[in-house]
């Protein structure tokens, strides 16, 4: 596709349960980042990947979160043990590896924690 | 730490009027700023990008300024229309240009 694909769109869990978010940032996009978006703090940064490497994670809020990207291109999300206040929107990006280029974002995945 | 506030919080206005939105940031070291709409669950469009070394972009209605000594940038939308009605963020990026700080955004509304 043309845009930045995220999936599932919907995930409902139970607490403590493991939790995986996939994106599929556009073709030739080498930046990938992950952000989440809550009623309560509107958008965080969470993680910056450029290439497979991912120079800055200053925005994981604990080591129950990480994420992984492979052959320049997909990545996921992983969330272990979830918790109730984890229940947002996560939402990915892409973009060129210039930082003054766009950022293109998907539509999120939709996580709601029992 | 960086962060960027966007005021008003909510604007209601008829179609046909001209309208600022602005966005503030409390350091001054950033990589640029950028403009974004949001849809009601959708992810976000890009806007309008403002290098560092940049006072201002334009595209079609649209025209962002950046005033990094002041640690201001304002979003002036001309001839607004209903299909402008939306939620608008303002980011920051960090002066690594690694990630944006977004402000919470203005939730735009156009009535016809």
């Known amino acids: 596709g043309a845009g930045v694909s995220q999936s599932p769109s919907n995930k409902v869990t139970e607490k403590g349960k493991d939790v995986e978010l996939r994106c599929d940032p556009i073709?030739?996009?080498?930046?990938l980042y992950w952000y989440r978006q809550s009623l309560g703090q509107g958008l965080e940064f969470l993680i910056y990947f450029q290439g497979n490497s991912a120079p800055d994670k200053s925005g994981l809020p604990s080591d129950r979160f990480s994420a992984e990207r492979t052959g320049g291109s997909v990545s996921t999300l992983t969330i272990q043990r979830t918790q109730q206040e984890d229940s947002a929107v996560y939402l990915c990006a892409s973009s060129f590896s210039d930082s003054n280029q766009p950022q293109h974002f998907g539509d999120g995945t939709r996580l709601s924690i029992l | 730490k960086q962060e960027v506030t966007q005021i008003p919080a909510a604007l209601s206005v008829p179609e046909g009027e001209n309208l600022v939105l602005n966005c503030s940031f409390t350091d001054s070291a950033i990589y640029n700023l950028q403009w974004f709409r949001q849809d009601p669950g959708k992810g976000l469009t890009s806007l309008l990008l403002i290098q560092s070394s940049q006072r201002e972009q334009t595209s079609g209605r649209l025209n962002a300024s950046l005033d990094k000594s002041s640690g201001r940038s304002t979003l002036y939308i001309a001839a607004s229309q209903p299909g402008d009605s939306a939620t608008y963020l303002c980011a920051a990026g960090n002066q690594a240009g690694t990630a944006l700080i977004f402000g919470k955004g203005t939730t735009l509304s156009v009535s016809s």
């Open positions: 073709s030739g996009h080498t930046a």
